[in-house]
Every structure is written in C-alpha cells, then in structure tokens.
C-alpha cells in the first residue's frame, strides 16, 4: 500500500476531532441529565416537606388550640350529646339526689336576656370532673358547645376523664351558660372571676370550694350530683358510652 498522504491524515484528524467531540457532548449530556434529575427530585422532596407540613399544622389545628389542651374528640362529644329524649325518660332520676338551695335576695342572673348558669369550678377537682359529664349532656339538649377540651383530673385527685370549659363557649336560645375553670390541674390560677360572681360563690361555699352552680339567681348548687368514685378507672369513651345504658351507674 501506498503511504498515507497528506489529506487522509487531515481527514483522520478530523473525524478524530468529530469523535471526542460527539463523546464529549455524550458525557455531558449525561452530566446535565443527572442535575436535572437531581434538580426534580429536590423540588418533589421539597414538595412533601411542604406538604407534610401542611397536614401536620392542619391535625394540630384540629386537635388543639392555644389553649395547650386537646380538643374533646367527636366521637366522644357525639355520644354524651346524643342522649335522646327516650333514654333520659327511661333512666330517669337515676336514683340521684341533689340539694340545690333556694336562693334568696340574690340578683338575677341573665346575659343577652337569657337566664344564666354560672359554673364555678377547677381541672384538679375530681368533683367537678364527675359535675361536667351531666352538664354537657343536659345542656347540649338546648344548645351546642364549641371548642370543649378534653382533660383529667389532678393525679392525685382520681385522674378521672372529663372535660374542661377553658376557652370554650356555648350558644343556645334558651339560656347563657358562664363557666369559670378558677384553677388549672396543678392549682394555678386560671379564668378570671368577676367580683359579683366570686360574692356568689363565696356566699354559698365559705372558703370557695368546687363546683358551684348558680341556676339564673334561682337556686344554688354546692355539691357534686354523684359520686366522683364512679367515674375511676373508666376512659372518656367508657363513659360517653355508659350514658345511654340505662342499667349502667354511669
């Protein structure tokens, strides 16, 4: 064979040239797809941060408030307001007994031309705890509660289930319903107490003990309807549920 002239060395040069070049365009093609790869996959993780953000704020926002105290949970509220005429008929009394005092030259109490209950009561007290299982019944029989939290008694005052009114409200248009939570569940002080109400309170508890009801200035309530000791040991579920069973103590 003859020897390679000049043109077909610049020729093989060229198509040389030509080859890392197309090599090279491959490389970084390659490069440019795993950065754009990366870039989507960052944005899609991103993305689900966000998101799950999102739904974490959003139970939370359910299931408390500013408060610190769970939200009462909807299954549970759903049974103790959802005693029917028909039940409340058949348990009737229930063999419970209660002294409610007749009041006498008390003001009358009302808000927004409504009679008014004002309930004077604190988280630790087990007694109290017992006394809002029946007013969130009977009460929801006229009006509807929002914002109920759920809570226990002091650890050293049963531990029982109930609920707490701080921060809650209650819209009827039969009545106006004023709770007072006066201490937390380690004794702190919580609500405020107006002056006309703690003279109520006083006037019928001496030294101020929980709970106190005052029924629109009518009658006045020093003690709790029933036992405490029935509600130890039983969770909020328990209880919600008992209160249609009319064989139940609950």
Not at 9 to 30: G, H, L, N, P
Not at 47 to 58: E, G, L, N, P, Q
Not at 175 to 189: A, I, W
Not at 222 to 235: C, E, N, P, R
């Amino acid at each position: 064979m003859g020897r390679e002239t000049n043109k077909q060395r610049r020729e093989k040069q060229a198509e040389t040239a030509r080859e890392k070049a197309a090599a090279a365009r491959a490389v970084q093609a390659r490069v440019d797809q795993r950065r754009r790869a990366r870039a989507i996959l960052s944005s899609v993780v991103a993305a689900a941060v966000v998101i799950a953000v999102i739904a974490v704020v959003a139970i939370n926002h359910k299931t408390t408030n500013k408060s610190g105290r769970p939200l009462a949970q909807e299954a549970i509220l759903s049974a103790v307001t959802g005693v029917t005429p028909a039940q409340y008929n058949q348990i009737g009394q229930g063999g419970v007994t209660l002294d409610a005092v007749h009041a006498t030259s008390d003001p009358a109490l009302t808000q927004d031309g409504k009679p008014e209950l004002l309930f004077v009561g604190a988280e630790f007290c087990p007694f109290c705890a017992a006394e809002r299982w029946g007013l969130v019944s009977a009460l929801s029989r006229f009006g509807t509660f929002t914002d109920l939290k759920q809570i226990r008694s002091a650890v050293d005052d049963g531990n029982l289930a109930t609920f707490s009114f701080y921060k809650s409200s209650y819209k009827s248009d039969y009545l106006s319903f004023k709770p007072v939570e006066y201490e937390d569940r380690n004794s702190n002080k919580l609500d405020p107490i107006s002056k006309s109400d703690q003279a109520l309170w006083l006037k019928y508890t001496g030294q101020g003990s929980f709970p106190f009801l005052d029924y629109a200035g009518k009658y006045a309530q020093t003690q709790v309807g029933f036992s405490d000791s029935d509600l130890s040991g039983l969770t909020w579920t328990q209880i919600a549920n008992d209160l249609k069973d009319p064989t139940s103590k609950i």
